[in-house]
């Protein structure tokens, strides 16, 4: 078996409107780690929607359906319950078809139902170092994934999985799926993942778990607000699995803030929130994490914005709390010798004001109301347009303003502008955490 050969296996079964975005992204990362990509789709008319609307890169991309082999099938039956099987098949498949084709190792991804929220070089960048480990510390099976935090260490998920030594992978299966011992240990809703965390703890092979430093992931799921740990919007962040709507904007500590489990393997490329914050600025059109009529049905549109409310007003008390030594650090990041301009004109410009200027020197303050355009605030800051900054070179741009639609307008204006180094004030929260 050629161990330099690689393939990726991208699974989709959902027809939602995330699904066509999340395959596209996979699609592009996969396209930057020199392996033969498998769309993996049981789904006919899905298959025929993906064919019709989405157009491949490369001719590396084939479309396989989930293997029903007599294998496959006993072991399917053995290792998880009705509910599962189809779960079971699919995950199965890639051991197989990989050992069948010459694949020593491989990557299982659910592409219609996830999302890393970095650019694709950035995501091919973070996924090699997880190939990088696992080679070197002889790891069998390396997952991304929240359950492993959430059940604190008790229970091994697939989620971006990389897997290596696909034979080594089928004969173990096919020898432990009948042990007594497992079906001793599992209940009713029993999955493939519970045969895994079972492997795992009989030391049949290296199983662990990983995550990336800031990064942030989205997991879709069929409801986003009374199911949130198990779909919702996550961030690992100092040692934390961080779910932000929900300890944020909902205020609900205990379920918002979670420990990341001390054997977790961290990875950390460096990822600024600046990053992510311009990875949904350029693709904020383009995917729509969350229905309107999901979250209307589920809290009533009276509560969600008497929630946003309570927000807004709690980013307030967090502004007053900066020290200098906090507004100079985040001023001064990633920003070298460009020429600093605040967008904003507002209320919370004037407040933070005395803060900022300790900080850096500012010259100019952007805003789009034009009878604010060549007033001076303070000594020797004046007010420019939109397009006057436009005319300016080597920028940096801290947006200061707090409702979040305008931050929206802003944002793609800028990008729109063509200005990409920019930070908001909502970055300014990282530093609370810390």
Known sequence: MNSAKKAIYLKVNRREEYTFFNLRKWLNISEHLDSDIFVMCDNQELQKDIFSQMNFIGDNVQFIQSLNTKDIDRVSRSIANDYWQNAAHAHLTTFFHAMENGYKNFWNIDADDTLVCLETDRCAEALKEVQKYCAKNEIKCMSLDMWYSLKKGTHWSFGVTYSRDSLFWCKSILEHCFDDEYKNLIDENYNIDCFFTYMRRKKIATIETYYFENMEFVHYGNNMITQPTISWYCRWHNEKLIYPIIYSCLGIEEFGII??????????????????????????????????????????????????????????????????????????????????????????????????????????????????????????????????????????VIICVEKASVCLSIVNHLLQMGITGFEHIDNWFDFLEK
Request: hydrophobic content about 35%.
């Open 259 to 396: 420990p990341i489990f001390d054997d977790e393997v961290c990875f950390d490329i460096g990822i600024t929130p600046g990053e992510v914050r311009r990875f949904w600025a350029s693709h904020i059109e383009s995917v729509n994490i969350y229905s309107r009529g999901e979250w209307e049905n589920s809290l009533g549109s009276e509560y969600i914005e008497e929630r946003g409310r309570l927000f807004f007003e709690k980013s307030k008390q967090f502004i007053k709390k900066y020290d200098d030594r906090t507004v100079q650090n985040i001023l001064v990041e990633n920003i070298d010798e460009k020429q600093m301009v605040v967008w904003g004109c507002g209320d919370l410009f004037h407040r933070m004001l005395p803060e900022i200027v300790k900080a850096a020197k500012i010259r100019y303050v952007c805003d789009s109301n034009p009878e604010k355009w060549g007033t001076t605030i303070g000594k020797n800051i004046t007010c420019i347009s939109p397009t006057q900054l436009t005319k300016m070179d080597d920028v940096f």
